[in-house]
T-cell receptor, first 111, second 114 residues
Framework: LAKTTQPISMDSYEGQEVNITCSHN???????ITWYQQFPSQGPRFIIQ???TKVTNEVASLFIPADRKSSTLSLPRVSLSDTAVYYC????????????FGSGTRLSIRP | SAVISQKPSRDICQRGTSLTIQCQVD?????MFWYRQQPGQSLTLIAT?????????ESGFVIDKFPISRPNLTFSTLTVSNMSPEDSSIYLC???????????FGDGTRLSIL
């Protein structure tokens, strides 16, 4: 039963790199780590998913250490439009796995 | 990724009534889920909608209050029964292929109970 812990809020400036870390000490062997972005009045939007090491796509990178007890979402050169709530989710969708969203990190980007 | 459409997008209902929320996916998916999200808070899983069988409910949620249907691999409904003001919330549908594939979300139904 993986539970995630994230910072409640973060502030940054346009053009900076932002790193949001999620702690998941009880992650199970079959669990994957997924990050979502949510704007007001919208559903969460998939950003990136990984199992271990590093994953990169066109919008973000995900760093997962060998023990998999934490993960870091990296957003390169943020803009004002990246202001949103970011959720870390750890789950495997197996019958024995629970889906529990963390409290999310409210990221505010300033000019 | 799958595109998920929810109807209605919002509604205002009288206490004691019931509302059915529809979730349509543009492709066949293995798994569909229903969540509740209070404004400014995180998502809480209500249940997993199983095609051809009864939904699997999380602790604190019961079938009599939140009956769910899933008649095929692209559609599901969630009914909020005998509504009270405490049921005012955002209800979200998501879908995915399981097997560690990410789930994708609709934009939710914002429900207010008077």
């Amino acid at each position: 039963l993986a539970k995630t812990t994230q910072p409640i809020s973060m502030d940054s400036y346009e053009g900076q790199e932002v790193n949001i870390t999620c702690s998941h000490n009880n992650i199970a062997t079959n669990d994957y780590i997924t990050w979502y972005q949510q704007f007001p009045s919208q559903g969460p939007r998939f950003i990136i998913q990984g199992y271990k090491t590093k994953v990169t796509n066109e919008v973000a990178s995900l760093f997962i250490p060998a023990d998999r007890k934490s993960s870091t979402l990296s957003l390169p050169r943020v803009s004002l439009s990246d202001t949103a709530v970011y959720y870390c989710l750890v789950a495997s969708y197996s019958s024995a796995s629970k889906i529990i969203f963390g409290s999310g990190t409210r990221l505010s980007i300033r000019p | 990724s799958a595109v998920i459409s929810q109807k209605p997008s919002r509604d205002i209902c009288q206490r004691g009534t019931s509302l059915t929320i529809q979730c349509q996916v543009d492709s066949q998916v293995t798994m569909m889920f229903w969540y509740r999200q209070q404004p400014g808070q995180s998502l809480t899983l209500i249940a997993t909608a199983n095609q051809g069988s009864e939904a699997t409910y999380e602790s604190g949620f019961v079938i009599d209050k939140f009956p769910i249907s899933r008649p095929n691999l692209t559609f599901s409904t969630l009914t909020v029964s005998n509504m009270s003001p405490e049921d005012s919330s955002i209800y979200l549908c998501s879908a995915g292929q399981g097997q560690n594939q990410p789930q994708h979300f609709g934009d939710g139904t914002r429900l207010s109970i008077l």
